[in-house]
Each structure stands twice: as structure tokens, then as C-alpha cells.
């Protein structure tokens, strides 16, 4: 006897799914972080490199070098947690003899940490992109799926046909029930591509020193 799921099993199975609520909540949080990352780097790096002629500017770009180690941690902490993947521990033990100038060339020289910088200044265009695609496909799957309710008080319309009555609205819910789980999948699709590309960004494990640190142990 053969138990493979069913096609529609397969299909429906999506909302059964813990990982896809929390990929959810991992792709609606990557705008309001892009956007709070950007804010924060673009801010602190501007006003850094503007106050290097009285030095004040040096001690800014620590702390923003510092502020971006730790959101890279946070973010890395984040997709452990949201999207389930394994990612190497970060040492921050400092090397035996290492001078405060030793410690920070090696934090500066580490990939990891431009990488990291990089990435908090890419997800705001990647999170809005994400956002976007996340409000189309929900809204959309969902209008459909409740327009025998909404159909009355809402104007909803589905490739330039307008949902004014009570047949096109049971019409447009049957085409709701298959788009929702549809485009759940397709936002799981999503999630593993912020997977792969977080992991092939944030992956390296490697023994640094942050700046925080460094002065703690100095």
C-alpha cells in the first residue's frame, strides 16, 4: 500500500508546519532591521569620518565597528533561532600577549567582520524587497480567501476583474485556497534563500577580540 502523501496533502501540509510561522516572523522582521542597521551605520560612519580631524571621530568608529560586531551576533543568533540553521560559534578569547594594536589588527583583518558589516548594510535592500513580496503575497491570498465576507465593504479586485458579487466572491475563495498555501511555500523558498545567504555571510567561525572587549581586558 502506498502512504506517500497526496499532492493536496503535500500542499495543506505548509500550515502544519511550525518553521513557516517562524519564517514568517524572521522575513517580517528584515525590514524594520535593514532599515534601524542602515540608520544606525550610515549615522555613526558619517559623523565618524567627520570628526577625524579633532579625533572624536576615531572614538565613534570604535564604537560603530564595536555595535556592528554585536548586530552581526545578534543577527547571526537571530537565523539560529528563526530559521533553524547551524552556524559555527565565534571565539572572542584574546590570544595570550597580544597588545590592544595586535588584538585590533586581528579584528580588523578577520572577514568575518567586514562580511558582518556587510551584510547589515545589504539586508535593508534585500529587507525591503522581502517586505514587499511578504505583503503582496499574504494580502492577496488572503483578500481572495475571505471574499465572500469582505466582498461587500471592500473593493477587491484580481487581474483587472472586480469581485462585486456573491458567485465571483465564492469563485475568488476557492482560488484563495489554493494561492495561500502557494504562497506560503514560496515565502518558505524565500526564508532558505535568507538562510543560505546569512550562512555563506555569517558562517565563518573565527578567534577575534571586539573592540569592547579589548578595553575590558587592556
Given at each position: ?22 519564517n ?16 544606525i551605520?550610515?549615522t ?17 568608529l ?17 537565523a ?11 571565539a ?9 594594536i ?8 578577520s ?7 556587510a ?20 494580502s492577496?491570498?488572503?483578500g ?22 456573491f ?9 484563495g485556497?489554493?494561492l ?15 538562510a543560505k545567504f ?21
Amino acid at each position: 500500500m502506498d502512504n506517500s502523501p497526496s499532492t493536496l496533502e503535500k500542499l495543506f501540509g505548509v500550515f502544519t508546519k511550525p518553521q513557516t510561522y517562524l519564517n514568517l516572523i524572521y522575513l517580517f522582521l528584515t525590514f524594520p532591521l535593514g532599515l534601524t542597521y542602515f540608520i544606525i551605520l550610515i549615522t555613526g560612519i558619517s559623523l565618524g569620518f567627520g570628526l577625524l580631524i579633532v579625533w572624536v571621530g576615531f572614538l565613534i568608529l570604535a564604537a560603530v565597528f564595536a555595535l556592528s560586531w554585536a548586530l552581526t551576533q545578534f543577527e547571526r543568533q537571530l537565523a539560529i533561532v528563526l530559521l533553524r540553521i547551524d552556524l559555527p560559534k565565534t571565539a572572542s578569547s584574546a590570544i595570550s600577549g597580544e597588545t590592544i594594536i595586535q588584538q585590533l589588527r586581528r579584528y580588523l583583518s578577520s572577514s568575518l567582520t567586514w562580511k558582518g558589516l556587510a551584510y547589515l548594510f545589504i539586508k535593508f535592500p534585500l529587507g525591503i524587497i522581502t517586505f514587499v513580496l511578504c505583503v503582496t503575497l499574504l494580502s492577496v491570498s488572503l483578500g481572495l480567501l475571505l471574499a465572500p465576507v469582505i466582498y461587500p465593504f471592500v473593493h477587491i479586485n484580481f487581474f483587472y476583474l472586480q469581485i462585486d458579487n456573491f458567485p465571483l466572491s465564492v469563485l475568488a475563495a476557492v482560488v484563495g485556497v489554493f494561492l495561500t498555501p502557494l504562497s506560503l511555500y514560496f515565502l518558505n523558498l524565500t526564508a532558505d534563500l535568507w538562510a543560505k545567504f546569512t550562512k555563506a555571510m555569517l558562517g565563518e567561525s573565527t578567534n577575534i577580540v571586539t573592540p569592547a572587549v579589548q578595553s575590558s581586558q587592556s
